[in-house]
């Protein structure tokens, strides 16, 4: 019968890789052999799940066939061999001693920047006020941040410009250092960047005197930023590659959060836009012709005879603007009652009233 690896680990299906390799280490810590109610036997049961699930490769064959064709159970994805192991020599006080966490992060390719990642600049956050009509239609702004950039003088080599490169003397020109560090599973071998060239295998033999060799100062820059039109309130804008710069490295984003000033008289409801229009009731009754102000400047809107309060009136294309049309403009009909009406008013609303109005 087929064994369930996801079962051994105590995980479900849809586990993530990061899920996979925490159920390991704390199964793993709980039956190794030579600790206090340890079991050799279930340690490598869990150990070859681990093999199998960790590898991406392996995992699909298994989720597909219920089985790997491809090798596994005796090594992990890496080629490393642990059925061979001799448990003996390592006593229940050294396990404990052992951190995890440092193992398995150099053994399985563990860091900040991945095992043949490149140095990543801080990402920046800042907010930006628009006006109604700006996240409306699109606007371009201007602000100045201080922040960490690539070195103009230099453009970010680290190197005196003219200057020649050598080999770098703490990797031999690799670019990569190899360090062989040994735990309760063996002896692993891992690899990280030449901290000194930063993975290049080269240095300058003479150093920027800008940046002091690093490619990069504190400076205040100005960027610009394109305002999108219909954007929304709390809405981000990320630019890429606008934050800050990283040795040698990638620079950061730039994250740009829009915050919008409300209008006194639009309301935006989509892509349309909605406002209050109050009418006079004779004009409600008759009909008349108001001047309103839109985005777009004043225009004129015919109230048709026989309107009633809470109707609203569509005026096409000028709303909110979007990819594939425009939204409309709708006006909520507000007809003003008066308070107060003077004698002769009095008597005309009398004549409306034998009229049964």
């Given at each position: 019968m087929a064994k369930n690896y996801y079962e051994i680990l105590g995980i479900e299906k849809s586990a993530s890789t990061d899920d996979i390799k925490k159920a390991f280490r704390k199964l793993a810590m709980k039956y190794h052999p030579d600790k206090s109610g340890g079991d050799e036997k279930k340690f490598k049961e869990i150990n070859e799940a681990y093999q199998i699930l960790s590898d991406s490769g392996k995992r699909k064959e298994y989720d597909t066939y219920g089985q790997v064709f491809s090798g596994g159970g005796g090594q992990d994805s890496q080629g490393h061999d642990f059925n061979g192991f001799d448990f003996s020599n390592f006593g229940q006080g050294g396990f404990e001693s052992v951190d995890l966490g440092d193992i398995f992060s150099d053994f399985f390719g563990g860091?900040?920047?991945?095992?043949?990642?490149?140095?990543?600049?801080?990402?920046?956050?800042?907010?930006?006020?628009?006006?109604f009509s700006d996240s409306i239609f699109g606007a371009g702004r201007s602000v100045l941040l201080t922040k960490l950039s690539a070195?103009?003088?230099?453009?970010?080599?680290?190197?005196?410009?003219?200057?020649?490169?050598?080999?770098?003397?703490?990797?031999?020109?690799?670019?990569?250092?190899?360090?062989?560090?040994?735990?309760?599973?063996?002896?692993?071998?891992?690899?990280?960047?030449?901290?000194?060239?930063?993975?290049?295998?080269?240095?300058?033999?003479?150093?920027?005197?800008?940046?002091?060799?690093?490619?990069?100062?504190?400076?205040?820059?100005?960027?610009?930023i394109k305002v999108p039109s219909g954007i929304q309130d709390g809405e981000m804008i990320r630019l890429t590659g606008m934050g800050e710069a990283a040795p040698r490295g990638v620079p950061g984003d730039l994250y740009v959060k829009v915050h919008v000033e409300k209008s006194k008289i639009f309301k935006r409801e989509g892509d349309n836009l909605v406002m209050d229009l109050e009418v006079k009731l004779t004009d409600a009754l008759t009909g008349a012709e108001y001047k309103i102000s839109t985005l777009d400047g004043e225009i004129k809107l015919t109230i048709p005879k026989g309107i009633s309060s809470g109707e609203f009136l569509r005026i096409k294309g000028r709303g909110v603007p979007s990819e594939e049309r425009r939204g409309d403009l709708l006006a909520k009909i507000i007809v003003k009652i008066p308070n107060k009406l003077s004698r002769k008013a009095e008597s005309l609303v009398d004549e409306l009233k034998k009229e049964g109005l």
């Open positions: 860091g900040a920047r991945g095992n043949r990642g490149k140095m990543r600049g801080r990402d920046i956050s800042i907010d930006i006020q628009l006006t070195c103009t003088n230099c453009h970010g080599s680290g190197a005196k410009p003219g200057s020649k490169l050598k080999k770098c003397s703490n990797c031999g020109g690799k670019g990569r250092l190899r360090e062989t560090r040994r735990s309760f599973l063996g002896a692993f071998t891992s690899e990280h960047e030449c901290e000194t060239c930063l993975g290049k295998g080269e240095i300058a033999e003479e150093q920027c005197r800008e940046c002091k060799g690093l490619g990069v100062v504190r400076k205040s820059e100005e960027v610009k």
